[in-house]
């Protein structure tokens, strides 16, 4: 053997051996998968979307390789009648379940939300009394000089009839009696458009979910009502009166549910999900 295939296989040997022993560098471990990794869709009712988000975001930062997507505003009958139906991993409803939907899916409580009056940011009303909400909606009281404001014809909205928000409205304002609107009330689909309508009409008057979009706008704002003023703090310790509760909703049929969505709904119940849910 020629002293230079000698001391090519010597060399040879000596670098296999470095490496065996770690001596060439670190070995590059291949960094393991999360198991339920993965892209998971979940859609409800737009009055719980703070939470959601805030609790979807969160467990996301520990499972970076979990992606939710969906967070359509199709509304709380809809969220249940998708998580039964197992159309999406998880729905999400700003109401108390109905008769008909109690046991047809699990559910997990996420917090709190509220109805409120909006109005134009330009409007000088600034609170309203039951009464004169209800007198409003109902066409008895026509022109915003007859309380308080400038004169000019108050323009009436009004959510769709399966939204949490009107069912919350009319379980407050007028209690067991349907109520009949104004003859020239318009009906307004989704927490956007009515934001979009209010803040477009400055006459218009509606009724809205009281979330980040409501508190936040810079175009709308909402009234106090009966002397008690529409906040988050208010809303929170239940000093405001048209509050609703918030759930996550789910099939009954574990056997049905993807790893990914068990283990949330688990981190949800857990501390640091209720962290969440008590913050906000």
Avoid at 168 to 173: I, P, R, V
Wanted: with cysteine; hydrophobic share 40%; aromatic share 8%.
């Amino acid at each position: 053997m020629t002293n230079v295939v000698r001391t090519f296989v010597l060399g040879t040997l000596v670098v296999a051996l470095l490496a065996s022993c770690g001596g060439a560098g670190p070995i590059q471990v291949k960094p393991t998968e999360d198991p339920i990794a993965g892209t998971y869709v979940i859609k409800g009712g737009g009055g719980a979307i703070d939470s959601v988000r805030a609790l979807t975001s969160a467990f996301s930062k520990i499972h970076t390789t979990v992606i939710w997507q969906g967070f359509d505003d199709v509304g709380s009958d809809a969220g249940v009648k998708l998580a039964v139906e197992n159309t999406i991993d998880i729905g999400y409803i700003s109401r108390d379940l109905k008769a008909p939907e109690k046991g047809t899916v699990e559910t997990i409580s996420i917090g709190t939300s509220g109805t409120g009056v909006g109005v134009n940011a330009t409007n000088t009303v600034k609170a309203l009394s039951k009464d004169q909400v209800a007198k409003i909606f109902t066409g008895q009281i026509t022109d915003w000089k007859d309380v308080g404001g400038a004169a000019g014809k108050i323009r009436v909205l009004l959510r769709e009839p399966e939204s949490s928000t009107r069912s919350a409205f009319e379980s407050y304002f007028f209690g067991s009696t349907k109520p009949t609107y104004a003859k020239d009330a318009i009906e307004v689909f989704q927490i956007d458009e009515t934001l979009k309508a209010i803040g477009s009409f400055k006459d218009s008057i509606g009724m809205m979910t009281m979330n980040a979009s409501s508190f936040n706008s810079t175009d709308v704002k909402l009234l106090s009502i009966d002397n008690v003023a529409a906040t988050r703090e208010n809303l929170a310790n239940g000093t405001y009166p048209i509050r609703r509760p918030l759930f996550f909703v789910y099939n009954t049929d574990g056997s049905k549910l993807k790893p990914a969505v068990k283990a949330f709904i688990a981190w949800v119940k857990g501390p640091d999900g209720q962290k969440i849910i008590a913050s906000l």
